[in-house]
T-cell receptor
Framework: DVKVTQSSRYLVKRTGEKVFLECVQD?????MFWYRQDPGLGLRLIYF???????EKGDIPEGYSVSREKKERFSLILESASTNQTSMYLC???????????FGSGTRLTVV | RKEVEQDPGPFNVPEGATVAFNCTYS??????FFWYRQDCRKEPKLLMS???SGNEDGRFTAQLNRASQYISLLIRDSKLSDSATYLC????????????FGQGTRLTINP
């Protein structure tokens, strides 16, 4: 089975800090995604990547950036964390969307 | 208008009952459709794809109605373990790799 691993399950950061969320997948998938999930809003796509060093903005990229230096790793960066970025962050990877995504277990980030 | 819309619920039904919920999508060019299941405080997991002719997987039946742009999920003989949030998911364009998620429908099966 594909495994998608997110480095932290729970994270608490201060306003203004730079935050790195790491995601690693072990099945050589080219496609990787970062979502945030909030009550009443569902999953919203932040950024995605179809290949190494390639990135595309999703629906809510403001305040975020990403890095994909290696195929298996896709990092989400909060340049200057704000309280409205408190959320559940979910990473996913796929061989092709038609086969579905595999999600990591999520990182619950609280910005205080 | 949201690309994928679901009734958020919650749906509370007794064990053994049959429950169904729908999802509508706005893009008539949408190509592929799925139901995902998400347990409380867990990540979403693929439940089943939805095929044009409809498909079954045990107690679960998925249907697609392209004319009216909705998909449905029917759960028969519901179990306590079916309690979860069910996410309707759509690929909106041919060749696209992005899945678009509905908000989810929360289902609770009561003993």
């Amino acid at each position: 089975d594909v495994k998608v691993t997110q480095s932290s399950r729970y994270l608490v950061k201060r306003t203004g800090e730079k935050v790195f969320l790491e995601c690693v997948q072990d099945m050589d998938h080219e496609n990787m995604f970062w979502y945030r999930q909030d009550p009443g809003l569902g999953l919203r796509l932040i950024y995605f990547s179809y290949d190494v060093k390639m990135k595309e903005k999703g629906d809510i990229p403001e305040g975020y950036s990403v890095s994909r230096e290696k195929k298996e790793r896709f990092s989400l960066i909060l340049e200057s964390a704000s309280t409205n970025q408190t959320s559940m962050y979910l990473c996913a990877s796929s061989f092709a969307a038609a086969y579905g995504y595999t999600f990591g277990s999520g990182t619950r980030l609280t910005v205080v | 208008r949201k690309e994928v819309e679901q009734d958020p619920g919650p749906f509370n039904v007794p064990e053994g009952a049959t429950v169904a919920f729908n999802c509508t999508y706005s893009n008539s060019a949408s190509q592929s459709f799925f139901w995902y299941r998400q347990d409380c405080r867990k990540e979403p997991k693929l439940l089943m794809s939805v095929y044009s002719s409809g498909n079954e997987d045990g107690r679960f039946t998925a249907q697609l109605n392209r004319a009216s742009q909705y998909i449905s999920l029917l759960i028969r003989d519901s179990k306590l373990s079916d309690s979860a949030t069910y996410l309707c998911v759509v690929i909106c364009a041919q060749g696209a790799q992005k899945l678009v998620f509905g908000q989810g429908t929360r289902l609770t099966i009561n003993p």
